[in-house]
């Protein structure tokens, strides 16, 4: 039973424009959400968060948005840049200070030159 | 920022042998550490949560007793993949959370670079 999706292996985005990376979840138990970025043969590395009792968390050219009705969040990057290439990881816990993280498979994000 | 070891970086072992992974958080001490397993295009599956001084506390349906841990001090945590069978085949990440938050606030975790385990 996966709680936290990532219904998109792969995304291209052109360097520059926005990359929005998206993320649904089941859980209604749910209530703080993580991003994390991996490239290949290191782990995750943590990129910005979000509790539900807000809508939105930004950090530099990230944003998060938290749509709770709907059990849906999204991380948008804007201007995407050839770093930005990696695996993005969206994660979920019950609440803050809960230790236990669900992780969705991950979205491949390719930063087009 | 945190910064979390793992070693080795991979392993080949015969099947019915034992692997043991360690994971060390180098510049901040973790009360607790987390191993997950991550399958080919699957996501990160927490296995168990390790606490200093105490018994690890397993995910449902894994084997406490083929998937050993222990975390011997704040900065240490080892796992230990008793008689390894080709199914165990599969990439093994640490993760570690700073319990003084000197590394970072949050509730993010530090994970380590992973390992990746192929048994024959």
């Known amino acids: 039973d996966q709680q936290v999706k990532q219904n998109s292996p792969s995304l291209s985005v052109q360097e520059g424009r926005i990359s929005i990376l998206n993320c649904d979840y089941t859980n209604s138990m749910f209530d703080y959400f993580l991003w994390y970025k991996k490239y290949p043969a290191e782990g995750p590395t943590f990129l910005i968060s979000i509790s539900s009792i807000k809508d939105k968390n930004e950090d530099g050219r990230f944003t998060v948005f938290l749509n709770k009705s709907a059990k849906h969040l999204s991380l948008h990057i804007v201007p995407s840049q050839p770093g930005d290439s990696a695996v993005y990881f969206c994660a979920a816990s019950e609440s803050f200070g809960n230790e236990k993280l669900t992780f969705g498979t991950g979205t491949r994000l390719t930063i087009i030159p | 920022g945190a910064v979390v070891s793992q070693h080795p970086s991979w392993v080949i072992c015969k099947s019915g042998t034992s692997v043991k992974i360690e994971c060390r958080s180098l510049?901040?001490?973790?009360?607790?550490m987390f191993w997950y397993r991550q399958f080919p295009k699957q996501s990160l599956m927490l296995m168990a949560t390790s606490n200093e001084g105490s018994k690890a506390t397993y995910e449902q349906g894994v084997e406490k007793d083929k998937f050993l841990i222990n975390h011997a001090s704040l900065t240490l945590s080892t796992l230990t993949v008793t008689s390894a069978h080709p199914e165990d085949s599969s990439f093994y990440i640490c993760?570690?959370?700073?319990?003084?938050?000197?590394?970072?606030?949050?509730?993010?975790?530090?994970f380590g670079p992973g390992t990746r385990l192929t048994v024959l």
């Open positions: 993760s570690a959370r700073d319990f003084m938050g000197a590394a970072g606030g949050g509730n993010e975790q530090f």
């Open positions: 510049d901040f001490q973790a009360t607790t």
